[in-house]
């Protein structure tokens, strides 16, 4: 069974800071998609990575796909107020196979 | 934004009532799913529809059933709810062609409490 872990569960920052959360899994995925979600909402996909090593830019956000495709990272560089919420990792095992989701990295950016 | 509708967006039931949610779509998206999001599980699968009359069970199917007539509209049904289906409810939508990854699009969700 495909499981996939993030860290941290939650994180307070101030404004202004640098942050990094992980997703890991001891699976290999063909792709990794990272969501946010806000309170009250529903998730909204912010980016899909499906090369191992690839690394991918939006904005202040980073996201990086392992070399071995079993882990993603999303680096926020000066993180604002408006990047608080969950932030959910989903992966797939083949283009086949459901889409699996982490348990989420709550982020709270303090003004 | 996908034009996709949950109803109701909150409820409050009793133990052992049913209860039916319903997911419109506008967008014609073949593949349809049915979430279920509790702290510290992220969102878990309940049941999804590759087309109408086709459906599925996802990873936590016990005690719900789900029904798809139209392309449209997605129904998840608890026969009995009991206390350990209060949740939050999402409804998702893709395209999933199967040569590509499956990119979701979600409802705005549903609160469900059950007393």
């Known amino acids: 069974t495909q499981l996939l872990e993030q860290s941290p569960q939650f994180l307070s920052i101030q404004e202004g800071e640098n942050l990094t959360v992980y997703c890991n899994s001891s699976s290999v995925f063909s792709s990794l998609q990272w969501y946010r979600q806000e309170p009250g909402e529903g998730p909204v996909l912010l980016v899909t990575?499906?090369?191992?090593?690839e690394v991918k830019k939006l904005k202040r956000l980073t996201f990086q796909f392992g070399d071995a495709r079993k882990d993603s990272s999303l680096h926020i560089t000066a993180a604002q107020p408006g990047d608080t919420g969950l932030y959910l990792c989903?992966?797939?095992?083949?283009?086949?196979?459901?889409?699996?989701f982490g348990p989420g990295t709550s982020l709270s950016v303090i003004p | 934004d996908a034009g996709i509708t949950q109803s109701p967006r909150h409820k409050v039931t009793e133990t052992g009532t049913p209860v039916t949610l319903r997911c419109h779509q506008t967008e014609n998206h073949r593949y349809m799913y049915w979430y279920r999001q509790d702290p510290g599980h992220g969102l878990r699968l309940i049941h999804y529809?590759?087309?109408?009359?086709?459906?599925d069970k996802g990873e936590v199917s016990d005690g719900y059933s789900v029904s798809r007539s139209k392309t449209e509209d997605f129904l998840l049904t608890l026969e009995s709810a009991t206390s350990s289906q209060t949740s939050v409810y999402f409804c998702a939508i893709s395209e999933s062609t199967r040569s590509s990854t499956d990119t979701q699009y979600f409802g705005p969700g549903t609160r469900l409490t059950v007393l």
């Open positions: 989903a992966g797939q095992g083949t283009s086949y196979d459901k889409v699996i």
């Open positions: 529809s590759y087309g109408v009359k086709d459906t």
């Open positions: 990575v499906v090369t191992g090593g």
